[in-house]
């Protein structure tokens, strides 16, 4: 009886203990999953409203690029109306030169300008077939009017942007086209600017790919219970992430579901957000192709990015912490129902014992035997036959003795009692510590993410706050929690924070950005706030998202100023040329009329000066175009302590007696291959800035040394583009002037700016600097010195390569003068300059020679044909066609080996390397310096035999 009362109290606590145990370790395993997938959709969702963030800044970024180009241009266009009408050209002329020079014009992905005037006639456009063109009729693939229709908006707006259709240049295929048009009534036109949508459509797509590489990284990380995981999909059925390499970037469109026989991914999209698991039954990863394993998987879609995140985890993985507790509860009751019936089976025998003796003595009484004792230390109801002394202290005695061993049993029992409840409390313990550990895996995962995360509750407290985010406001995770949020960011902070939590807790979503100061420098934060709404749907409280985004706000900040200078160095290039043209036509004529036997005295003392401001403004124009990186170098293997040396020799003399040159040259500083002229002219350029920077006199400090661009001094930064890791020989010009102020440090390189009184400098010097350094390969930096007195300049060049030279390699082949006169008198001159190719032919002539004049290098070309002999050619470079100077030269050394070559540049981007040789003269140049470079005619005494060069 005992036996079956204790097996049904185990049974009834097995039955109402372990399946509700059961069904709340399942929950929580449940809950576990669903809590990993929606922190990851949160995630996700995130990094897709960065994606459209920066869809609209990629577009606004374009606005204001096509913008900057139309002021540019407008200025450009003023610039060369006023200079041409005050050289008294026709304004005919100076259109054409202009509508001429936009047409070449580039920027972006081969974009470019284009001009129309009020009857829709495109006055300027690169491409030939619509280039002077009427386009009043011309319409898109839908039967639309392009130009007209632009030209109706753009003159009612004044300027805006609008979108069309239009194909690349060189392509057929019509696409989209978004450009900046702004109507200029003073001179009856509108000119446009423009980007294609594909392009803009290209940068978004490789954010989006960005997004994708992201969640791939930390979805590789991420384990749910034992053997679950997370994967991505989209509704074309493509496995975007799986953690399984032979699923990964597969289309599964056609895998079915065992369950339910209906294609799977269809299936995980139809409880896509509803809060309910999908059921179905897949194989495992050590039994493939056996879909008999039983699965729920949670799925949230990403409409921004059509994905859907899904969970997938195994019912038996979620099911094992709860039948592990079921199995422990079981093999307790085993041994403690085989504990009480042991002791039931002694206290059964315990109690019987005494019974039997008392019926034996009993029975020996009931036979006369009246001395017969029970021989037992206790008392019942046999005692009756005993002895009346002996039965009244038997019984005392049996009374004691049995409230003795009634006491001992029921202590007994309640430490049996108490040890299956010790045991119980230990089971509970063990689901608790599991708990934790989950709860630990998602802080881990959290401070593990790139970003700062706190949830705060609706009493603005402190519930959670990941790592990053305690590291930025100095918190320990034991203090943070509970603390209120003012007393975390402080009063500023919170004033500024106020109106989005206001926002958060109604429910909105607000984004915005914030600054703020971290271990001593300014970081830039995207801040994003998420309300957490209850089961009731009441907001408990809100998540706060903060996302770094310093470096790519200096990374847009760098792309900006490269552009701005990209532009500044193409238009100085350009305007370098050209002033070379007319500089060559200035400084001819000046020294023509120099020369000439009639001048007055009176009239040669103004030639003078103007011969002097002439030669000047070819210096300017050098310095433009080592601005624009186009001079002509000639770079060789020097070694940068014996430059230093030379250098210091040479600013003995125009350094003033107050200013002291100091070097530092470090040993074994490795060779560098730069063009050793360009780079003792930027360094004297530097040098003499800085003396002119202290007029009461101090030190010049100038340090050579080797660098790698992984040390500190590097590595820190402030140059003007970002480093390509390598070796560099660093070169520093340091003073103790008053340094540059903020304007100045900003606009140092830019042509022109000057800090200097009017008239004591061009703006220059630092441009040109700026110019050699990009053009050598190397990188600026521009700033104060930290000691608060004077300014740093720092250069840093690579070094040299095993391959390179110590001879300057691009250098052109400088042709030897003949001794013995030519076989022909006559030249081919080739110069598209009208007033410039007239000016050379008069020096020709003026020694003798014949002259054959062609306007370009497809001219030139085209006469070669024609002439049987031919002493030489005289060619300008760079000309429009397809033939420059080059192709000319090469053409006559193939129909006249002996003919001479003389070729005339205002820049080169790239000098050649060609198989003959030449004599290369840089405009402008004197008429001595063209007639030395020619042979001497036998008819004629006036040029002696040239000396070798």
């Known amino acids: 009886m005992l036996l079956v009362l204790i097996s049904s109290i185990f049974g009834s606590i097995y039955w109402f203990t372990v399946p509700l145990i059961k069904e709340n370790v399942f929950g929580l395993e449940l809950h576990t999953n669903r809590q990993v997938l929606n922190i990851v959709y949160d995630l996700a969702n995130r990094m897709y409203s960065s994606t459209e963030t920066y869809v609209d800044k990629t577009l606004n970024s374009h606005e204001q690029r096509l913008d900057s180009l139309l002021d540019l241009t407008e200025n450009y266009i003023e610039v060369t109306l006023k200079e041409g009408r005050h050289q008294g050209k026709q304004d005919d002329e100076i259109w054409q030169q202009i509508f001429s020079d936009l047409r070449e014009f580039e920027f972006g992905n081969n974009d470019y300008l284009w001009v129309a005037d009020y009857h829709a006639k495109l006055l300027s456009h690169p491409a030939e077939q619509f280039h002077q063109r009427d386009m009043s009729g011309f319409t898109d693939p839908e039967e639309t009017l392009i130009i007209p229709k632009i030209l109706k908006s753009a003159r009612q707006d004044g300027q805006g942007f609008y979108q069309y259709k239009w194909n690349r240049l060189g392509d057929t295929e019509v696409i989209d086209k978004y450009s900046y048009v702004r109507d200029f009534p003073d001179w009856g036109f509108v000119v446009g600017a423009g980007v294609y949508i594909e392009d803009i459509q290209k940068e978004v797509e490789a954010q989006k790919q960005q997004a994708i590489l992201e969640i791939n990284k930390a979805l590789k990380n991420i384990k749910i219970a034992s053997n679950g995981y997370l994967f991505v999909f989209d509704s074309a059925g493509n496995m975007l992430f799986h953690p399984n390499p032979n699923i990964h970037g597969i289309n599964f469109r056609k895998q079915l579901n065992p369950v339910t026989q209906n294609p799977i991914y269809l299936d995980l999209m139809a409880v896509a957000d509803t809060g309910e698991e999908l ?22 879609h990403l409409s921004g990015f059509d994905w859907y995140i899904s969970s997938s985890v195994y019912l038996d993985d979620l099911k094992a912490s709860s039948v592990q507790l079921s199995q422990r509860i079981m093999a307790m009751g085993f041994f403690g129902l085989l504990a009480a019936i042991v002791a039931a089976f002694l206290f059964a025998e315990w109690l019987t014992s005494p019974i039997k003796k008392l019926s034996l003595t009993a029975y020996k009484i009931s036979r006369g035997n009246l001395s017969a004792k029970t021989g037992i230390n206790r008392d019942d109801e046999l005692g009756l036959l005993a002895e009346s002394f002996d039965y009244m202290v038997d019984r005392l005695r049996d009374n004691i003795d049995t409230l003795n061993s009634r006491v001992k049993s029921r202590t007994k029992e309640l430490s049996e009692s108490n040890t299956q409840l010790l045991q119980a409390v230990d089971s509970l313990e063990e689901t608790q510590s599991e708990l934790r550990a989950h709860e630990s895996r998602q802080r881990m995962i959290l401070d593990a993410l790139p970003a700062q995360i706190a949830y705060i509750d609706n009493q603005l407290r402190f519930v959670f706050a990941n790592q990053q985010y305690r590291e930025v406001f100095n918190q320990s995770k034991e203090e943070i929690q509970g603390k209120s949020l003012v007393e975390v960011v402080g009063e500023e902070m919170f004033k500024v924070l106020g109106p989005y939590i206001e926002r958060a807790l109604e429910g909105e979503h ?16 995207r801040r994003t706030m998420m309300p957490f709404l209850s089961e009731q749907g009441e907001i408990d409280g809100f998540l706060t998202l903060s996302i770094d985004i310093t470096h790519e706000r200096e990374s847009e900040r760098r792309m900006a100023e490269a552009s701005k200078m990209k532009a500044v160095g193409q238009m100085s290039g350009g305007l370098a040329h050209d002033f070379n043209n007319l500089l060559t036509i200035i400084l001819g004529n000046l020294l023509q009329l120099q020369s000439h036997p009639e001048m007055a005295s009176e009239q040669q003392s103004n030639l003078v000066p103007a ?13 433009l175009l080592a601005f624009s990186r186009r001079q002509s170098l000639s770079p060789a293997r020097i070694r940068p302590e014996t430059l230093i040396h030379e250098l210091v020799d040479l600013l003995a003399a125009p350094l003033p007696e107050s200013i002291q040159l100091r070097t530092q040259v470090k040993s074994n500083v490795p060779d560098v291959y730069v063009d050793a002229a360009q ?6 350029n530097l040098a003499l800035n800085s003396a002119d920077a202290m007029p009461k006199g101090g030190e010049i400090c100038l340090s050579v040394k080797g660098a790698n661009s992984s040390q500190t001094e590097i590595a820190r930064g402030g140059f003007d583009d970002e480093i390509i890791p390598a070796d560099y020989v660093m070169i520093s010009v340091c003073d103790r002037g008053e340094g540059f102020s903020k304007e100045a440090l900003k606009k140092a390189c830019e042509p022109f700016f000057t800090t200097k009184s009017t008239g004591a400098g061009s703006g220059l010097g630092l441009s040109m600097v700026y110019g050699f350094v990009k053009q050598s390969k190397g990188y600026l930096r521009i700033e104060n010195r930290q000691s608060g007195h004077g300014a740093c300049i720092d250069l840093l060049l690579p070094v040299a390569t095993d391959e390179q030279i110590s001879e300057p390699e691009n250098a052109v082949k400088q042709k030897l003068i003949p001794v013995e006169p030519p076989e022909s008198d006559l030249i081919l001159l080739v110069e598209d ?13 003026e020694v003798d020679y014949k002259v054959i004049e062609a306007s370009s290098g497809d001219e030139a070309l085209n006469l070669l044909t024609g002439i049987e002999q031919l002493a030489g050619v005289v060619s300008d470079v760079v000309m429009p066609g397809e033939s420059d100077g080059y192709a000319v030269a090469e053409a006559v050394k193939i129909c006249h080996p002996k003919a001479f070559v003389v070729l005339m540049t205002g820049y080169t981007e790239h000098n050649p390397t060609t198989d003959f040789d030449m004599t290369l003269l840089h405009k402008p140049f004197d008429p001595e310096k063209l007639i030395e470079v020619l042979p001497v005619l036998t008819s004629t005494g006036s040029k002696n035999g040239g000396s070798d060069e």
Not at 291 to 298: F, I, N
Not at 679 to 684: G, H, K
Not at 834 to 845: K, M, N, P
């Open 510 to 525: 607000p984004v915005y950005e914030y600054r703020l100061q971290h271990k001593g420098e300014e970081i830039i934060t």
């Open 833 to 845: 300059n009208d007033d410039l190719r007239t000016l050379v032919r008069q020096q020709l002539i």
């Open 279 to 300: 059921y179905y039954k897949w194989d495992k990863p050590d039994d493939q192709g056996n879909y008999e394993y039983e699965k729920l998987s949670l799925v949230r």
């Open 611 to 623: 011969i002097r401001a002439t030669r000047r403004g070819a210096d300017m124009t050098k310095r």
């Open 679 to 684: 780079m003792e002219d930027a360094l004297v």
